[in-house]
């Protein structure tokens, strides 16, 4: 091995594990991993930058505008009607969300699809009585397996097509996904639907079982002078109220102490977590006050929970420097939280993606706020009677993806549909490149450089060869098997666009040793990567979908295993059939 191809692991490992902690932003560990590599020599001057020139980055780019259009139109709101009249069981309803999130991920990101089905998912949930725990989780995971049947569905999949061209000249086609991933996506769409119904069933508050987890929120409240708190300790708050105190504030300056001694008097401000409906419960029992709302006696006062998206401009700020809801008469009132740890005031808290706000205010200036910031309300109205013109941006987007399918490359098919959308006035493009996800767009294209770095240093042939010491991977099943082991072992940690560029160096190589045809290599990249149902912090989704359905992290390992191991067998022999 040369010293340039050590290098190149050592990097590689230790940007997979930078990842997998998810203390730094990805972008930034991005860019320090792609600058690394230029330090080492893995790439020359010129090549740092060419991933932000990739087909790859600009149609996942395409992709992105085109979403925030569809999602404006609110063509699927009027689903939710037909669903409640439908009279259809909880099992059809849990699968036809679902399905209805899977066939959306075909032709846009995993995030939109579960972004614009989540609303209705959430209303169903109220107005048919499904508890919210069965529906959320397989809307999450639906939107992952829809990503697996098209060429657009996933960034992986575009990764991997790329490899594919410049390896032989000539990338998968737009539904060469689809003979492993269609049947891949109804499979796990019917199995999640079933796991769900049993593991978060409505009789979890029996003896046998634990009651499902309540939403824990963080709130600062004032100590009225009749309070039951009054004159209990701090070490007291969890056993006799069901609260855990982080804080006492007193005359605006923290009481320090142990928790034994520090007792609680009127007029002390407390900040404090615990589940949403103890809050209530002391709220209406005049034992913990919150701050008067100065709009809290107006008709259009609202209280609305929204979630933050990985896109959220607001992801990383403090409480205290939200302007975008302060300059409305909008108050954060409470915030359900990732983050364990609880540090100062609750206008220090920080945010990051997955938390919940709970916003108080009128209803017109959250709905103003919450678009400006990017964030997601949980609340979904009931449906209004769709514009007319509602159909046309799917129209639009329906010819460009035909487009692909007859040959054309997605960038340019994509370009077209994002040309006519701005040209017919469904998309402002000055504005909508400001509200992109670029970290992902960032980090999607730094990786690149350092992929192809992996191929050209000779670090694959290195890597097959320390594999096929242990594997038979002359045999094509035996390599494709590894090959798809390795990227749904790796998903769950690092996200699908990484573990995509990493690998299919490395499956192209499987494949010259052997004297295979790659395309089969690859697609077992594509869909182990997309695979990701075993951790909460492995997708975006996943962590949107803890957040929003109060799910313990051993929730995701208990439901997803057997998804894992259904889609692994099923891929693998749905590769062997069309692939071999």
Not at 168 to 195: E, N, Q, W
Not at 406 to 428: E, K, M, Q, S, W
Not at 480 to 503: G, K, R
Not at 552 to 566: H, K, M, Q, S, Y
Request: aromatic share 8%; hydrophobic share 55%; proline share 7%.
């Amino acid at each position: 091995m040369t010293p340039e191809q050590a290098a190149l692991l050592i990097l590689l490992v230790a940007m997979l594990f930078l990842f997998s902690l998810d203390r730094l932003r990805i972008e930034v560990v991005a860019i320090g991993g792609l600058l690394a590599g230029y330090v080492l020599g893995l790439y020359p001057a010129d090549g740092i930058f060419a991933g932000f020139a990739s087909p790859v980055v600009i149609t996942v780019v395409e992709i992105l505008l085109v979403v925030q259009v569809l999602a404006r139109t609110k063509l699927f709101d009027s689903l939710a009607e037909r669903f409640v009249a439908s009279g259809l069981s909880h099992f059809r309803v849990i699968a036809g969300v679902s399905a209805l999130s899977g066939f959306i991920s075909i032709f846009m990101n995993n995030i939109g699809a579960f972004a614009i089905t989540l609303p209705l998912a959430l209303r169903l949930s109220a107005v048919i009585g499904i508890p919210r725990r069965q529906l959320v989780m397989p809307v999450s995971f639906a939107a992952l397996l829809g990503g697996l049947v098209s060429l657009i569905g996933t960034p992986a999949n575009l990764l991997v097509s790329d490899a594919l061209e410049k390896a032989t000249g000539r990338g998968f086609r737009f539904f060469d996904f689809t003979y492993v991933g269609l049947p891949v996506a109804i499979l796990g769409i019917l199995l999640i639907t079933l796991i769900a119904q049993r593991l978060f069933s409505e009789s979890d508050e029996s003896a046998t079982a634990p009651p499902p987890p309540a939403r824990r929120i963080v709130v600062e409240r004032s100590i009225p002078e009749h309070s039951p708190l009054v004159g209990a300790t701090l070490a007291q708050c969890p056993e006799r109220f069901g609260i855990q105190p982080h804080a006492l504030i007193r005359d605006r300056a923290f009481v320090f102490g142990p928790l034994e001694q520090s007792v609680i008097q009127p007029g002390d401000v407390l900040l404090a977590q615990g589940a949403d409906s103890i809050f209530a419960n002391l709220a209406t029992c005049q034992a913990l006050v919150p701050e008067a709302h100065p709009h809290g006696l107006q008709p259009d006062f609202a209280s609305i929970e929204a979630v933050v998206m990985p896109e959220s401009t607001v992801v990383g700020s403090r409480i205290a420097s939200l302007e975008v809801f302060r300059n409305r008469g909008v108050t954060v009132s409470a915030l359900s939280m990732r983050s364990p740890r609880i540090e100062g005031r609750f206008a220090d808290l920080q945010l990051s993606i997955g938390d919940i706000l709970v916003l108080e205010g009128p209803q017109a200036a959250i709905a103003e706020a919450l678009e400006e910031c990017e964030c997601l309300p949980l609340a979904s109205a009931a449906p209004s009677p769709t514009s007319s013109a509602s159909w046309r941006p799917f129209a639009i987007f329906a010819c460009g993806v035909v487009a692909s399918a007859f040959g054309l490359r997605p960038d340019i098919a994509l370009a077209f549909v994002v040309l006519a959308l701005a040209l017919l006035g469904y998309l402002n493009i000055r504005h909508a490149m400001a509200d992109l996800n670029w970290p992902i767009i960032i980090m999607l294209a730094a990786m690149i450089p350092i992929g192809q770095a992996v191929v050209t240093t000779g670090t694959a042939e290195i890597i097959a060869a320390w594999l096929s010491l242990a594997f038979p991977i002359g045999h094509p099943l035996w390599g494709i098997a590894l090959v798809l082991f390795l990227a749904m072992a790796l998903t769950p940690f690092v996200n699908n666009a990484t573990v995509a560029i990493v690998l299919a160096p490395i499956a192209l190589e499987f494949a010259r040793v052997g004297q295979h045809a790659p395309q089969a290599y690859l697609i077992a990249v594509a869909a182990g990567a997309s695979q990701d149902f075993l951790t909460p912090f492995g997708h975006h989704n996943n962590t949107l979908s803890m957040s929003i359905g109060s799910y313990r992290f051993g929730d995701f390992l208990r439901a997803g295993w057997p998804l894992t191991l259904a889609g692994y067998i099923v891929t693998l022999i749905l590769i062997a059939l069309f692939w071999l």
